[in-house]
């Protein structure tokens, strides 16, 4: 085991697939351009209340419902903290934020920054929100025997990816910003995984302009990331 710090990757025999999810899909310019086996669809937020706040201050918001989420798939409802009227907030919404109508599907990943669909969402600070996560999942392996890897912080319980939220007709939909791996995690699942925001990039991400927000879209250091192999 690497004695590095940030982040400790746990591999798994392989088990339900989230790839057969309809709106689970890549959206070329709208979402991540690449293969849904090369997009993270799967995480876990097991955080306490008591370790929310340690991780992002006090907030609002109806916490009666929230406990360990041990598996968040598209189209589930997770645990996002928003600034409303300047007040940090907690929410459950929707993973997958439906693209123009010339598409189908949602999407849960966000790579193209400047594409039409999202730079708006993206220079608005209100529409940037932090999706609460303690490990989250990329496939590994042939097809056809694919394992799950997960990957966790070993610096802290509860971090942050960096997520868009949209309003709809029926409900709010939320989805989180991708970008490079870094060299230790690339050497597991070598494309795309999500941003994760230090806790000092919180608020610059949700109040900044949008040179500062998509500034963050940045891989994790290399010099802080771990990895155990449990398989």
Same mark, same amino acid.
């Given at each position: 085991m690497s004695q590095l710090m940030g982040l400790v990757f746990r591999t798994v025999a392989r088990g339900t697939s989230p790839f057969g999810y309809r709106r689970d899909r890549?959206?070329?310019?709208? *979402? %991540?351009? $690449?293969?849904?086996?090369?997009?993270?669809?799967? #995480?876990?937020? +097991?955080?306490?209340?008591?370790?929310?706040?340690?991780?992002?201050?006090?907030?609002? *918001? %109806?916490? $009666?419902?929230?406990?360990?989420?041990?598996?968040? #798939?598209?189209? +589930?409802?997770?645990?996002?903290?928003?600034?409303?009227?300047g007040m940090l907030t907690l929410d459950e919404i929707e993973w997958g934020v439906p693209p123009p109508v010339s598409a189908s599907g949602s999407v849960t990943n966000v790579r193209n920054l400047s594409s039409p669909f999202w730079r708006p969402m993206l220079t608005n600070p209100q529409q940037r929100c932090l999706v609460a996560w303690t490990q989250f999942c990329e496939w590994t392996g042939p097809k056809g025997s694919k394992r799950k890897v997960w990957f966790e912080r070993t610096d802290t319980g509860v971090s942050a990816f960096a997520g868009l939220s949209r309003n709809t007709s029926e409900r709010p939909r939320m989805?989180?910003?991708?970008?490079?791996?870094?060299?230790?995690?690339?050497?597991?699942?070598?494309?795309?995984?999500p941003v994760i925001l230090e806790a000092d990039s919180h608020e610059r991400w949700l109040t900044g302009d949008y040179d500062v927000a998509a500034g963050l879209a940045r891989p994790f250091d290399d010099s802080r990331t771990v990895t155990i192999d449990e398989s």
């Open positions: 890549s959206l070329g310019a709208f *979402g %991540d351009q $690449s293969h849904t086996a090369c997009m993270c669809n799967l #995480y876990r937020m +097991q955080a306490s209340v008591d370790e929310l706040r340690q991780a992002f201050g006090a907030f609002d *918001g %109806d916490r $009666s419902n929230l406990g360990p989420r041990d598996e968040i #798939y598209p189209s +589930q409802k997770a645990p996002v903290l928003r600034l409303i009227k989805a989180f910003l991708t970008t490079e791996v870094n060299d230790t995690i690339g050497a597991i699942h070598p494309r795309a995984i």
